[in-house]
């Protein structure tokens, strides 16, 4: 069975900080990797990882794909309130029924 | 970029009652149309998998006879939860796909079912 682990279920942090969410996978078919941040509707999509080792960036956020160990991280630094949400990590997995499985997610608290 | 929309928002049903929400690619046209279903503190399930004109794949554990859906064009696919009961109260998504590729899909803003 196709399955994502995401670790911390959740983190309370001050504002400033920085953050690392951990997402890592066992299935059988690995296309991509995926994390979306989820506030109170549909996921919105940060990144997408195929390749191991290349860094991914955007702002504060940054994410690598790490596939000899199955794992990525996400990072964030400087933190800041608006940072507030759920993290989510999916993997695309290809074949004749190509779809995203899903972690349970990281539940972000930035205080300020 | 691409956008998705669902109708309803939310929703507030009796006990046996249908519901049908209905998802729209708004700018583009979604070959695949992804149905998921997500529980307070839980991750988004995929439920189906649907093509523009053609029976959707069910994942394993989805009654398809309970949750109906149809992928008539391109831009639209209605999920309909028939004789819904309290346990199918949920927060329902969905999400376009192009080119079959799943990693490519964007993600329409929801449906809260409250079934009484």
């Known amino acids: 069975e196709d399955k994502v682990v995401q670790s911390p279920l959740s983190l309370v942090v001050h504002e400033g900080d920085t953050v690392t969410l951990n997402c890592s996978y066992e299935?059988?078919?690995?296309?991509?990797l995926l994390w979306y941040k989820q506030e109170k509707k549909a996921p919105t999509f940060l990144f997408m990882l195929?390749?191991?080792?290349i860094e991914k960036k955007s702002g504060r956020l940054s994410s690598i794909l790490d596939k000899k160990e199955l794992s990525s991280i996400l990072n964030i630094t400087a933190t800041q309130t608006g940072d507030s949400a759920i993290y989510l990590c999916?993997?695309?997995?290809?074949?004749?029924?190509?779809?995203?499985?899903f972690g349970k997610g990281t539940k972000l608290t930035v205080n300020p | 970029g691409a956008v998705v929309s669902q109708h309803p928002s939310w929703v507030i049903c009796k006990s046996g009652t249908s519901v049908k929400i209905e998802c729209r690619s708004l700018d583009f046209q979604a070959t695949t149309m992804f149905w998921y279903r997500q529980f307070p503190k839980q991750s988004l399930m995929l439920m189906a998998t649907?093509?523009?004109?053609?029976?959707?794949?069910?994942e394993q554990g989805v009654e398809k006879d309970k949750f109906l859906i149809n992928h008539a064009s391109l831009t639209l696919s209605t999920l309909t939860v028939t004789s819904a009961h309290p346990e199918d109260s949920s927060f329902y998504i969905c999400s376009g796909g192009v080119g079959g590729v799943a990693d490519t899909q964007y993600f329409g803003p929801g449906t809260r079912l409250t079934v009484l």
């Open positions: 299935v059988t078919n690995f296309r991509s």
């Open positions: 195929t390749s191991s080792g």
């Open positions: 649907s093509n523009e004109g053609s029976k959707a794949t069910y």
């Open positions: 999916a993997v695309g997995i290809k074949g004749g029924s190509e779809k995203l499985v």
